[in-house]
């Protein structure tokens, strides 16, 4: 009886927490195209640092991270967490950064695509993955209304190789999915981009110690879309590597980036008139 007494107010704040955590939908609910028969269940390896790294992802989702409505301010983005195609990193490019947003105003949406790189993968970065990236996108502009959301105002993110997927999306588009605007994150920048003045609004930002093909060619895709009539934001931050995402222990000058991007949508008209976030 004792025992019951102490493990019931445990378990009610276990059931809070619970409750707490967005649910996930799934893209496809009947099962998604070129998953039929993969049946192994997903993957979740926690780090040392408590990192939640996802795999075996055969259908794929979202996790919606919503604003109150008397806070939305209509802006939304589907966010692609990277892990070189291999695994998903969901917290620091994913949560994180879904949590904070919507709590200054703009839906969030944690994608779980699937990996084209994974041992003994079917799967594509450009077909599989890319599909995945864009049905999200229709999913929210499909939803829109539900979840306080203006359909004109739907983007993407993506952090490394998510990173590759918004680029893709933002360049490979049909009306239905064209992402209003996209924010590339230390991305791994996919070949032979086609650019041009109808490609969406872009905020990039990456570390000036990254690799070359980031820190060097990040600069590089900022001046062809700027050269191609596109919309373009650029910053390179100092003292900072690959994978900086939203971690509470980055005391970096980039730890400051998702204020940055934060202010970019609203000075893109993205955001309703609100206070900025300090």
Known sequence: MYLRTMLLPLLAAFSLIAAAVPQSILLWPNGAPGSEGKTAAEAVRITPAGDHVVSSVHQPSITPYLP?????????????????????????EGYNVARWLSEHGVAAFVLKYRLAR??????TIEGTSLLDTQRAITLVRSRAAEWHVNPARVGVMGFSAGGELAALAATRFTEDNKPSFQALIYPAIPREMKLSAQTPPAFLACGENDRKNISQGLPELYLALKQAGASAELHVYSATGHGFGMRETNHTPSAAWLVRFHEWLGAGG?????????
């Open 270 to 278: 993205f955001l309703k008139p609100a206070t900025h976030p300090k």
């Open 118 to 123: 994974e041992k003994d993968s079917s799967y």
């Open 68 to 92: 109150t409505p008397e806070t939305a301010t209509g802006a939304a983005v589907v966010i692609a967490p990277g892990g070189g195609h291999s695994a998903l990193w969901m917290d620091h």
